[in-house]
């Protein structure tokens, strides 16, 4: 059973950057057969993809994020990480890990974090 | 992006009723589709993939068909557990979209 956890402050000033780091356990975060990513979910509105990180390092990220967005991954600590540059308060949201498979018939999102929330606030 | 649209956006229904929830794709996606059911303060939790294969630990009332643009969820007897949003996602392309949310409530 794979479990993610999501680790990071829960509040950042406008401006400044996002960082949140999802540990994973369960599951060998460099065996290939996942795809590691971050969704996010404002309050009371539905979810975003924001990018999925593989094994090796090869990333996806939402276009219109792509810009301030880094996802990476430390295999040696089971984590992988989420960067958000110059945060406004519309980044203000639940941000999950969640876990894919790694081919494209299996990318549903089948292990969740329980989401931690990032308020963007002076 | 490939842009999913879900109907309604909230649904009241009565326990036992059955009910059928909606997810359109703007172009086919084939059967990449998934469901996910989420309550208040918790993370999504898959419900089916594939369209119409149901994930461990959810009870075979729930069912889902269709394929290309057009996709249901069916509640063949609504319990009071399943009440819910429930959200529908294409995983054909990158981007992995979401649809809004279909909100099942008491009536």
């Known amino acids: 059973q794979v479990q993610l956890q999501e680790s990071g402050p829960g509040l950042v000033k406008p401006s400044q950057t996002l960082s949140l780091t999802c540990t994973v356990s369960?599951?060998?975060?460099?065996?290939?057969?996942?795809?590691w990513s971050w969704i996010r979910q404002p309050a009371g509105k539905g979810l975003e993809c924001i990018g999925r990180i593989y094994s090796s390092g090869r990333t996806n990220y939402n276009p219109s994020l792509k810009s301030r967005v880094t996802i990476s991954i430390d295999a040696s600590r089971s984590q992988f990480s989420l960067q958000l540059s110059s945060v406004t308060a519309a980044d203000t949201a639940v941000y999950y890990c969640?876990?894919?498979?790694?081919?494209?018939?299996?990318?549903?999102?089948?292990?969740w974090g329980q989401g931690t929330l990032v308020t963007v606030s002076s | 992006e490939i842009v999913m649209t879900q109907s309604p956006v909230t649904l009241s229904v009565s326990l036992g009723e059955r009910v059928t929830l909606s997810c359109r794709a703007s172009q086919s996606v084939s059967s990449n589709l998934a469901w996910y059911q989420q309550k208040p303060g918790q993370a999504p939790r898959l419900l089916i993939y594939g369209a119409s294969t149901r994930a461990t630990g959810f009870p075979d009332r729930f069912s889902g068909s269709g394929s290309g643009t057009e996709f249901t969820l069916t509640v063949s007897s609504l319990q009071s557990e399943d009440f819910a949003v429930y959200y529908c996602?294409?995983?054909?392309?990158?981007?992995?979209?979401f649809g809004q949310g279909t909100n099942l409530e008491i009536k």
């Open positions: 996602q294409q995983y054909n392309n990158w981007l992995h979209t």
């Open positions: 969640a876990s894919s498979g790694y081919d494209f018939w299996s990318g549903y999102y089948d292990y």
């Open positions: 369960g599951a060998s975060i460099n065996s290939g057969s996942h795809y």
